[in-house]
């Protein structure tokens, strides 16, 4: 049995979580979330705990049976307490804001970034150059956050661009000078 389907969920007091059929209703102070799971995976709501069980042994089944665990575990994790990811703009000049809907980036190009905003994500900026992005979904969250750092990714010499604020870059050395 897969180490990490077999894991109960824990259900904080403020969520409520409903299964019927092959669906999964997620609902808490954050928001409402849905998940369509296979026929084959079976979800028992036991007091205060979700079990995540399958219905046969076959390879496919049982990849199935860790990933839909951990879908709903996120989902009952994102009700609750949410998720953020953070970026940082490092280079001079280099600055963002929020205008309505759309982020706008001054990343040292000819011209001005507008990243438009998907309404179930938040988007904050602090100090021109902390960026923090937040949400219920943790896909949602973490493909938008790599979208805008896509727009400038640091560079290896001066470090410029957007990174994650845990991330760490690997700086090379410039040009050596001639003796």
Known sequence: MSRIGRLPIEIPAQAKVTSSGNKVVVEGPKGKMELDINSDILVKNEANRLIIDRKSDEKSVRAAHGLYRMLIQNMVKGVTTGF?????????????????????LNLGYSHVIKYPIPKE???????????????????????????????????????????YSDEKIRRKAGKAAKK
Do not use: M
Request: aromatic share 4%.
């Open 84 to 104: 953020e990811k953070r970026l940082e703009v490092s280079g001079t000049g280099f600055k963002a804001a929020v205008e309505g809907q759309n982020l706008v």
């Open 121 to 163: 994500v938040k988007v904050a900026v602090e100090e021109n150059v902390k960026i923090i992005v937040s949400g219920i979904d943790k896909h949602l969250v973490g493909f938008v956050a790599s979208e805008i750092r896509k727009l400038r990714k640091p560079e290896p010499y001066k470090g410029k661009g957007i990174k």
